[in-house]
């Protein structure tokens, strides 16, 4: 039996005729590379998962031209911006005249397809056939009938609803007209571009710098209650989600130290036979150190996959999406989950190594 | 004689049961705080979400359609119909009136201001920025600065003057763009009217407001004449997110359905509740707010969920594991007590026993600990406390005696399995 077989004999015979005490050990590796897995894996994705959320809040960047009608140049500079992910929609307002009431009434003219994607929270009751989305209180002041005539100075517009939207903001007293009918009547260009910028609180900044600095002609503005509510929460659930992991990571270790300890200590005849047998301290430090890096590799690599696993199915059940293993976690945990193993069983060994051997097997 | 053991056994095993009970209590301190931050997220990220502003828009019925482009209100003040602003208050009487966290009343028109000898048109904003008010015996102060909470100033926020203050110009805001436009600065005086105001504060909203002259709403009414006059009232309040039930039309409910429906903090149900007590009102919700505000929530409380079941499965495994460990280590003690006699049962019931009473200390160290660390969490990113309901401390002691029984059951059967004499020989 050459020194190595038999270093090789040693480590699998103690995890074997003990497995047991082998598997408590292993369990409690695997549950903190299984918790720290998971809770790094949520938290390194959580801000795109949660800011995505917030997509269904409608436009969160206005950006205005300060005098004039949008070029093409610039609209293409903005829908570059925005990327396929956001929504970018061009729209011109002028007021008309309903004439049968003779109120005053707002229409914007708009891509109407845009404009519903954009605004996702609208509740819409659709009609058929129509030509305009009509705010709610337009539709409930005009009650008359279902084709309206408005007017624009000399040019009048018969308006029929293809579908009434609900938003409860001041676009309830206004009338949407497909962009180009717009510009045909009123002449009006659009002067204002209603942006969705998707991404994490500073992707949309970083866009509406990029922005203001391309188009010096107009006025990029975040709708502030958005993204400073998408700050605020992105920013503090990020915390929490790190704060009770940290706790929980922390005081599972702390858990995990204890029972490797104690299941080290436990160990202390095998200890001193060694010993009395002539294994010199380095010889049985090593030997321990071994066995506790092996156990505490295979749970990590297990916890690994676990928590891999975990988070993956979170994010599915919580974002409907999910949260994919990310590759690099995989190294520290394997390092701490060794460091910590390693820490756990050397240290009583250090403690052992103090008592005569005669007096440990003697069972004092 | 069981007693005596029970007793021997914690006085001669400190190290043994130290290591165990610091296992359960950590393991029950995560519980503890996991629980905490998982069931008081809801209230915390609601808070947070209110810096959407308001949720629910009280307007007049009669009202004309707003006539507003690009932030420039273009309908005239004289037109359209007006909220007496001595029923506002009434807003707060309301079945969930817990739960309007605050509102603003708004008129607006446009006015000509004279500053530094020049004219120039503008909106006239009035609203309340913190107006203390009192309904009953209740005394609050709602305004803009706890409804809109983006708005910010750079001076001084002005008075909520009750009436014209004698010779003093009231302190007025002006909009960060109308200033920039206008030249005007802090301290200046306007005119309007005939009447001076005194800007206290540049106002910046990223909105409309912008481009306006934002003052006290009772020096709006005075300027425009239009006493105890309100057009708008937006309301925040805290909701529960819109489900079926909520949606449901309240005309064609069974009384009962609809008692529940009414008892639900629903925006619907509160818009409900202020068309109640204001007649002549139409109560909105604002859509985009109110729809998305229950989604973001229910995605951070059903992470924090899911969270929580992670780290108390973890912590289960974690506690079993370890009283599982001290337990294995004690075979030989095991033997010693069946060669001596011991029935399965007595020997099983000594360890249990033990177990049971480090569950209860580990469980209620654990609890304190739990309980401290979920403040420490709350105070540091909430600003505020995180409030550990009793009864997760009887949840946390029995979850310590279940994962503690489970544990070392398993690990006292199998030391029981073995023959005393083999144990004893230290053969096992």
């Not at chain 2, 519980?31 to 209230?43: C, E, P």
């Not at chain 2, 959407?52 to 009280?58: K, R, S």
Request: hydrophobic residues 50%; positive net charge; contains cysteine.
């Amino acid at each position: 039996l050459s020194r190595r077989q038999l270093l090789f004999r040693l480590l699998f015979k103690a995890a074997w005729v003990r497995k047991d005490r082998a598997l408590t050990a292993l369990i409690s590796v695997a549950v903190v590379a299984t918790i720290a897995t998971a809770a790094l894996t949520i938290y390194s994705d959580l801000e795109g998962k949660l800011s995505r959320e917030f997509r269904g809040f409608g436009a969160n960047v206005i950006a205005t031209k300060t005098s004039g009608a949008l070029s093409s140049g610039e609209l293409t500079l903005i829908n570059q911006a925005v990327g396929s992910g956001g929504e970018a929609v061009p729209v011109a307002f002028a007021i008309g005249t309903e004439l049968e009431s003779g109120s005053r009434v707002v229409v914007g003219g708009a891509d109407l397809e845009k404009l519903r994607k954009l605004n996702p929270a609208w509740s819409l009751t659709e009609m058929h056939q129509g030509n305009a989305m009509v705010g709610a209180r337009v539709a409930e002041k005009f009650s008359h009938g279902n084709d309206w005539q408005i007017a624009f100075g000399s040019a009048v517009a018969s308006v029929r609803p293809q579908a009434i939207f609900h938003c409860g903001s001041e676009d309830d007293s206004r009338i949407y007209l497909p962009l180009a009918d717009f510009e045909k009547l009123t002449n009006v260009q659009p002067g204002t571009v209603l942006l969705r910028i998707e991404g994490r609180p500073q992707e949309i900044q970083a866009a509406i710098t990029l922005l203001s600095a391309s188009l010096p002609g107009l006025e990029v503005q975040p709708v502030r209650q958005i993204t400073q509510a998408q700050t605020a929460v992105v920013g503090k659930t990020r915390s929490v989600v790190f704060a009770a992991s940290a706790v929980v990571v922390v005081l599972i270790m702390l858990c995990m130290v204890a029972t490797f300890t104690s299941s080290v200590l436990e160990r202390r005849r095998d200890f001193a036979v060694m010993k009395a047998l002539g294994a010199s301290n380095r010889a049985v430090n090593s030997l321990f150190a071994a066995e506790s890096a092996l156990l505490a590799l295979t749970g990590a690599v297990a916890g690994y996959i676990l928590g891999s696993g975990i988070a993956f199915w979170i994010g599915k059940a919580n974002f409907d999406a999910a949260i994919p293993p990310q590759p690099l976690l995989l190294i520290p945990v394997l390092l701490g989950s060794v460091f910590l193993a390693l820490m756990a069983s050397t240290a009583p060994l250090k403690l052992l190594q103090q008592i005569q051997p005669a007096a440990i097997l003697r069972g004092e | 004689m069981f007693l005596r053991l029970l007793f021997e056994s914690f006085r001669r095993q400190k190290r043994r049961k130290s290591v165990a009970l610091l296992a359960i209590a950590l393991g029950m301190s995560i519980a503890t705080a996991m629980i905490a931050v998982g069931t008081d997220i809801g209230d915390k990220i609601s808070q947070e979400l209110r810096s959407l502003g308001a949720n629910l828009v009280v307007t007049p019925i009669d009202d004309t359609l707003d006539v507003n482009i690009g932030g420039v209100n273009l309908k005239p003040a004289s037109e359209g119909a007006f909220i007496p602003e001595s029923d506002l208050t009434k807003i707060k009487g309301i079945f969930w009136g817990h739960n309007i966290k605050g509102y603003a009343p708004f008129i607006a028109n446009e006015e000509t201001f004279t500053a530094k000898n020049s004219a120039f048109k503008a909106d006239l904003i009035g609203t309340y920025f913190a107006q203390p008010l009192h309904y009953g015996k209740e005394q609050f102060s709602t305004g803009v600065r706890t409804v809109n909470p983006w708005w910010t100033v750079e001076g001084a926020w002005p008075q909520d003057y009750d009436d014209w203050p004698g010779d003093d110009a009231p302190g007025v805001l002006a909009g960060s763009k109308l200033a920039q436009q206008r030249g005007l600065a802090i301290g200046d005086q306007i005119e309007v009217g005939g009447k001076t105001l005194r800007i206290s504060g540049i106002l910046s909203t990223g909105g409309s407001e912008d481009q306006a002259i934002v003052a006290p709403l009772h020096i709006a009414q005075k300027i425009l004449r239009l006493p105890n006059a309100v057009q708008r009232v937006t309301v925040s309040a805290l909701t529960k997110p819109e489900d079926a039930f909520a949606r449901k039309d309240p005309d064609k409910m069974s009384p009962a359905m609809h008692d529940r429906w009414y008892c639900s903090p629903y925006a619907n149900s509160i818009a409900f509740q202020i068309r109640e007590i204001l007649p002549n009102v139409r109560v909105e919700q604002v859509r985009p707010v109110e729809q998305n505000q229950g989604r973001v929530l229910s995605r951070v409380q059903g992470l924090m969920l899911l969270l929580t079941l992670a780290a108390l499965l973890a912590a289960a495994l974690a506690v079993s594991a370890a009283m599982a460990a001290t337990i294995l280590e004690r075979r030989q003690e095991v033997g010693l007590m069946k060669s001596l006699g011991a029935s399965n049962l007595a020997v099983a019931a000594l360890f249990l026993t033990e177990a049971g009473f480090l569950a209860v200390a580990g469980g209620l160290a654990g609890f304190v600990a739990g309980t401290l660390l979920a403040h420490r969490i709350g105070h540091s990113i909430f600003g505020s406390s995180i409030v550990v309901h009793p009864v997760v401390l009887a949840v946390v002691i029995c979850a310590a005696l279940l994962v503690t029984f489970v544990g070392s059951a398993g690990a006292v059967r199998k030391a029981m399995q073995f023959d005393p004499a083999v144990v004893l020989r230290g053969d096992a």
